[in-house]
């Protein structure tokens, strides 16, 4: 009644018989322009739309971006056993360690470094970022995060420093702040279309909008489910 | 013509749901449960499948030139020193919306389109492929011409690859393609209508009178190109540019005796607040309601479902979904709209038959995330029922797939079409990696799935972009393209909640053209067949009436079926379904008449 499970190979079995014949693939040229016919290696050849200076930074500076978002979660064992924190905080290391490695391949994949050209500078950073930059004015560096919604290295130290409640609470402030910094590092990146044409890149950057946005609303909902501190 | 037979009414049977399939409403946050669909093996060609009351008879894996295997998805292995580089994915060859013509079946690409003849037996043979990078490609069909839309930056006007560089260029197409293939040997480009946001989706829409002229309503969700690179186009909020090119759609002219002419005629405000004319006048983000869905803001429509022969049109607008009035096409005008604290992006649209409900689905997360997880609440993700009133449109339910599905699938509502099953409202769609789901939604409070298609992941531990982007309805058979496996052919299989009758009446309706989002009103043949589709709900409704009326209708129906009908004896027995109806109560009374009508027309 509820449905048979299939054994994969029978299937194959029954269509093994069903294979793709050999039809004409074309280019049109545009229009009003002669048609042309390509092989399947020419056609699979023109998928590959390249990629900019500006899609290497980004990747590059993301790896660090995520790496800050992994840190944070790494304080999570010793400081709260909030099960709702722990199991957000689970999540997104998860999601961002296997991004960050996904981020490396990709960059590795094209012969790129996988260091971010902010760190090497010491930071302060934003300069690939359009016309987007924090005015830093005469700022404490311990004031000042690496990049969009980092957390500065004072808040890194305050989230380290706290327990319990407190922590779980600068913990999912935090971590909105990372996240919507992350948001708004893709739409600067694609405020110039010549961004984000690489295939996996913009699946990439598709799917760091969706989750993150998705985390960010969850977070909201533990946070306010926290109360405001007394 | 189909073979059918007739079958004795199970009376006095109560052929009810069991509860285990009952789908209640929900408003808080409860998940789905866990099922036969939960933990199937996973596998690019070879996965694991649990089918229920459908069957699959054919499959076509995606054509060479638009499937990359080195590429399926994987995370790229780290390549030895020395090494080429990976191909980046393969997304840019997900399969993505299907129009049919004939026994033809035209399959969207990110990459162009491809063209199979589907006679209907469940064999798919492969006729052209067309290159054409751009996404995401969905594609509609119209006598020998074939509609694409295109939105990526990286398109180009002459269906090249690599890309385009700069912030303006000549070269780079985002909109409507329109492709002439009455020689299927030498497909043409014939225009490119450039719009400001490209083309996410569109849909064809009929002149009411005049048969040369074909207009295309585009549904643009990206960003908005310079004015540099496109005339007329600029961006921002319409506070601070009241000619933005957000907050419209785009309606293009087509002359089919000039395609190369098409241009946009009219970028129409329909989101206006009706009071104040003020042009972003619906949902301007955020959450609905307290603990709902971050839903997002209404300054596009993702798809428009239109339904020329009754004058409507249903859109699926980010933060809305909307009905318009398009008696005037060029001119569309809003007649109602819903927003609701469960809906994150409401994604397309789907009216019943009798266009007196239509069922919203919800994209939330853009189909690229997991979001039919265990503590993914039941609520979000799927799709609204709304009926439509007097007083515009009035939610009724919610409906999701009845199934855990793992955090290595991408699953949520997505496209789907109607089943004709006459005196029901059935509906077949494809969730992604949740597989595609038939659902019953006559009583739009309370919709039903009846049947079932799904398989394993792609891949164990990674969540690889894969699964069914639609599941239509065309001639008799279901046709849903997975992203990355090819295309599939199903058929229906008689259960206790479709008679074989039911699926014959379905599979009786044939038309010469079925598009994404244009729907045609569904005219059944006068035929024994149809009757016995209404005396076999009748049964399932547990309301045959007096039992000798069944028996005598099974006698008729019979003599009807083997090509010699007894009018008058027909005609008696709809007088007695009439009479019944009566007293019934107003479904049961539906369906007699109904069944009524049907014994009538055999005589005519």
Known sequence: MMGSVTAAAAWLAAFSLITVQDAPIVQPGAPGEAATRLTPEASVEMSDAGYTEADIAFMQDMIVHHGQAVEMVALIEARTENEAVRAMGARISLSQSSEIELMQNWLRARGQSTESKLLKSGGHGDHDMGDHKMDHGDKDPMDMPLMHGMLSPRQMKTLAAADGLAFDRLFLSGMIQHHQGALDMVDMLLSDPSNGQDALLSEFLSSIVGDQSAEILRMQTLLSALGSPS | ?604
């Open chain 2, 1 to 604: 013509m189909t073979r059918t037979r007739i079958l004795l009414p199970l009376l006095a049977t109560s052929m009810l749901a069991s509860a285990a399939f009952a789908q209640e409403p929900t408003e808080g946050p409860e998940t789905a449960p866990v099922d036969v669909r939960t933990n199937l093996g996973s596998g690019l060609f070879d996965a694991e499948n649990a089918a229920w009351n459908v069957e699959r008879i054919g499959s076509v894996q995606s054509p060479p030139g638009f499937f990359d295997p080195e590429a399926v998805w994987r995370l790229p292995p780290e390549p030895k020193p020395g090494e080429a580089r990976q191909r980046p994915g393969q997304i840019m060859f997900a399969n993505t919306d299907l129009a049919f013509s004939g026994d033809r079946v035209f399959m969207g690409n990110f990459h162009g389109f491809n063209v199979f003849e589907a006679p209907g037996d469940g064999s798919l043979n492969h006729i052209l492929s067309i290159v054409c990078p751009g996404g995401q490609g969905d594609v509609s069909v119209y006598g020998d011409l074939v509609f694409l839309s295109q939105e990526q930056n990286r398109g180009r006007l002459d269906c090249g690859g690599g890309g385009v560089s700069g912030r303006s260029s000549e070269e780079r197409f985002r909109g409507v393609r329109i492709f002439d293939i009455s020689d299927i040997d030498n497909p043409r480009q014939v225009a490119a209508v450039q719009t400001c946001r490209g083309s996410h989706t569109h849909t064809l829409v009929p002149h009411p009178t005049d048969t040369n002229v074909l207009y295309i309503y585009n549904s643009a969700t990206s960003g908005v190109r310079p004015g540099s690179e496109l005339e007329g186009c600029s961006n921002g909020e319409p506070s601070s540019n009241p000619d933005t090119a957000l907050y419209s759609i785009d309606i293009i002219k087509v002359m089919l005796d000039a395609p190369e002419e098409a241009a946009i005629v009219n970028r129409p405000r329909i989101f206006a607040d009706r009071e104040t004319g003020e042009v972003n006048g619906l949902w301007k983000g955020g959450q609905v309601a307290d603990g709902g869905q971050k839903t997002n803001a209404t300054n596009h429509c993702h798809d428009i479902t239109v339904y020329p022969e009754m004058n409507l049109a249903a859109g699926a607008c980010s933060g809305n979904g909307i009905l318009l009035d398009i008696s005037d096409p060029e001119n569309p005008s809003r007649i109602s709209e819903l927003a609701d604290p469960n809906m994150a992006y409401w994604h397309s649209a789907t009216f019943n038959n009798d266009a007196t409900k239509v069922l919203y689905a919800d994209e939330w997360g853009g189909g690229l995330g997991a979001r039919c997880r265990a503590d993914d609440p039941i609520a979000w993700g799927g799709d609204i029922i709304a009926d439509i009133t007097e007083d515009g449109l009035v939610k009724r339910s919610q409906f999701k797939i009845p199934s855990v599905q793992p955090d290595t699938q991408n699953c949520v509502s997505h496209n789907g079409a109607i089943i004709p099953v006459p005196g029901r409202d059935i509906m077949v769609q494809g969730w992604y990696q949740g597989g595609l789901s038939v659902i019953d939604f006559t009583d739009s409070a309370h919709p039903k799935e009846i049947a079932y298609f799904d398989q394993g992941a792609i891949d164990d531990g990674t969540l690889v972009l894969a699964g069914y982007w639609a599941a239509y309805w065309h001639n008799g058979r279901i046709y849903a393209p997975e992203i990355v496996r090819g295309l599939d052919v199903f058929k229906l299989t008689p259960s206790e909640f479709l008679s074989e009758a039911e699926i014959a009446a379905a599979e009786m309706v044939t038309v010469d053209v079925t598009n994404p989002q244009w729907q045609r009103r569904i005219v059944w043949p006068d035929s024994p067949v149809i009757a016995q589709a209404y005396l076999d709900q009748l049964a399932r409704a547990d309301s045959v009436g007096e039992l000798g009326l069944g028996v005598e209708t099974v006698r008729e129906l019979a003599r009807w079926e083997a090509g010699r009908p007894r009018t008058k004896e027909l005609a008696r027995l709809a007088a007695s379904y009439e009479e019944e109806a009566q007293s019934a109560d107003a479904a049961h009374a539906e369906i007699m008449m109904n069944l009524a009508s049907a014994l009538r027309r055999a005589g005519e």
